[in-house]
């Protein structure tokens, strides 16, 4: 009898559960079509407001530009090419000593982040020599790097990687600072190895600081390329930006910014993919809750 009466409440339970979660989807689908919608007036009214103003010379277009000759400068580009070559070129050079420069970056400030973290006197040896380093001007250290390596794809790749060591290497160095002491005590009265704790307790408690750290860092390395190819380079956007400002065409800088602009996107959009398959544990953000 008792199993007959409570058949109905559990199924009164799990109807309200699906309203409640039928009615949460809702919301969110509602909140994601109020967001791009102002996502796309923010843009109508920025470009529209800077396409009108050029046109009635409020700004000057000659130093300004203005949106349609932008995108006319984009079109000319993928049709018939920049004077460097063609843009697909040009970005997939920049795009591979980004790549390199974030990925060996990233690999080098996990090690010696994690690897200072865990050693106290390593870190007191190495401290004033890395804050010396992080110091220095990365305009000057890519010229250094060019005068090294060359116009060529490895004194962007080392520019690049420099950017990015600094942001991940704080952030790897803090996450192991912040591990939970009781956990690696536990751990240890386990019998986990020295190898053990780094691999299997304190590199995955401080993920959650090394990913924050990519979605920064993957910018910065596309800053180290573009601004290495800046300072000189053979091919790349950098240098179609340079070329673009010898000439005076504000068109061409800001169609090479907006290039930049979809590539930064498409690689966050990639960074957070992969950020929500290796944290999967991590409880959902307060901000979301409340949608």
């Given amino acids: 009898m008792n199993a007959l009466n409570n058949a109905p409440r559990e199924d009164a339970r799990e109807e309200t559960g699906n309203a409640e979660l039928a009615r949460a989807s809702a919301q ?8 791009n919608l102002l996502r796309a007036l923010v843009t109508i009214v920025i470009l529209g407001g800077w396409e009108f103003a050029s046109r009635t010379n409020i700004i000057d277009p000659f130093f300004f530009g203005q949106p349609s000759d932008v995108a006319a400068q984009i079109w000319t580009w993928v049709v018939k090419g920049t004077a460097q070559g063609p843009l697909w070129e040009q970005i997939a050079v920049t795009l591979e000593e980004t790549v390199l420069g974030f990925l060996i970056g990233v690999v080098f400030g996990i090690i010696f982040g994690v690897a200072l973290g865990r050693n106290q006197f390593l870190a007191d040896v190495f ?7 992080n110091s220095i001007p990365r305009v000057v250290l890519g010229s250094i790097f060019i005068i090294w390596l060359g116009l060529g794809l490895p004194s962007k790749v080392a520019l690049a990687v420099v950017l990015v060591f600094f942001v991940v290497f704080f952030n790897a160095f803090q996450g192991v600072r912040e591990v939970d002491r009781n956990l690696i005590a536990n751990a240890r009265i386990l019998g986990a190895s020295s190898r053990q704790l780094s691999t299997e307790v304190i590199l995955p408690s401080a993920l959650t600081w090394i990913i924050a750290s990519l979605h ?9 390329a573009i601004v290495g190819e800046y300072l000189g380079a053979v091919q790349g956007i950098g240098l179609m930006i340079a070329t673009a400002q010898g000439t005076f065409n504000p068109n ?4 090479a910014m907006f290039i930049l602009a979809v ?4 690689a966050e959009s990639l960074v957070t993919f992969i950020e929500n398959r290796l944290i999967t544990w991590r409880p959902q953000p307060v901000s979301d809750m409340a949608f």
């Fill in 252 to 255: 061409g800088v800001f169609a």
């Fill in 127 to 133: 401290s004033p020599y890395i804050k010396a380093a």
């Fill in 28 to 35: 969110w689908r509602r909140h994601r079509i109020v967001v």
């Fill in 216 to 224: 920064t860092s993957f910018g910065f390395a596309l800053v180290g």
């Fill in 263 to 266: 590539v930064a996107l498409i």
